[in-house]
């Protein structure tokens, strides 16, 4: 889903872009010292924010994302726990589409070799 939505990749600077084009960064309103944050602006690819929300409930806590999904969700609610880690989510979706390989997985197997051997 991610890769016939996104398309070219390459049309985006970073994964902050992507995060945003998808909808998923939240609304900022800032006037000179005061910065007011609110809800994810929902701009963008409905199916991307859809995909990306989704995939992350879905994870386990011993993951990367997953134990990160669990640690702001403990602190600011389940649903900003999910979106935050969405976004996360997109910045390896961004990184694997213009790399062509999942760095992310690559670390787990560095950390967890057991893992990987079976």
Not at 6 to 18: K, S, Y
């Amino acid at each position: 889903m991610f890769v016939a939505e996104i398309g070219d990749v390459h049309r985006f600077t970073g994964p902050q872009q992507l995060a945003s084009w998808a909808g998923l960064t939240p609304k900022h309103h800032e006037s000179d010292a005061h910065v007011h944050r609110g809800r994810i602006t929902k701009q963008g690819s409905r199916l991307v924010r859809w995909a990306a929300v989704e995939s992350v409930q879905v994870l386990p806590k011993t993951s990367t994302i997953g134990a990160f999904r669990a640690r702001i969700g403990a602190k600011r609610g389940r649903n900003i726990g999910v979106v935050a880690a969405a976004r996360k989510q997109l910045g390896h979706v961004y990184y694997a589409l213009r790399d062509h390989h999942v760095r992310a997985l690559q670390h787990d197997a560095q950390h967890h070799p057991k893992a990987c051997a079976a």
